[in-house]
Structure formats: C-alpha cells, structure tokens
C-alpha cells in the first residue's frame, strides 16, 4: 500500500499536511480516475473554503510578471 503525502515536496510545511494510507491498487484505473474527478469537483463547489497559501500568491505575482 503506498502512502500519499498532503504536501507537495517542494512547498513550504504546512499544518494542514495529512497522510492517508490508499488501497488503490485494487480499484480499476478508471473508477480511480472517475473517484479524483468527484473529488476535485466537491473540492470546487466551495473555493472560498480552500486557503491559498502566500506562497501561492507570490508565484502567481511572478509568473503573471514574467509574461508581461
């Protein structure tokens, strides 16, 4: 069984990082791929829900310069 990290390895830490143990070797690639498309969706349904970390803010600032 592998182990899904809730941070990124190159984000800074954050307390909000779980780890969750899947089983999902045993769920047919396409279920897996249907079960992250429902929950990216209900993800979506509430954005004021999801922080946006500064970081994010700043890397966004940066890019949005450099394609200037």
């Known amino acids: 069984m ?3 990290a809730g941070t990124r390895a190159n984000a800074p830490e954050s ?3 779980k780890t969750i ?3 999902h070797s045993r769920i047919p690639l396409d279920q ?3 079960l992250v498309e ?3 969706d209900s993800i979506a349904e509430l954005p004021e829900a999801v922080a ?3 970081w994010h ?3 966004l ?3 949005l310069e450099l394609s200037r």
């Open 38 to 40: 429902d929950l990216w």
């Open 61 to 63: 600032e940066k890019r």
């Open 21 to 23: 143990r899947l089983g």
């Open 2 to 4: 592998r182990r899904l």
């Open 52 to 54: 946006v970390p500064e």
């Open 32 to 34: 897996r791929i249907q």
């Open 15 to 17: 307390d909000h990082g």
């Open 57 to 59: 803010k700043d890397e």
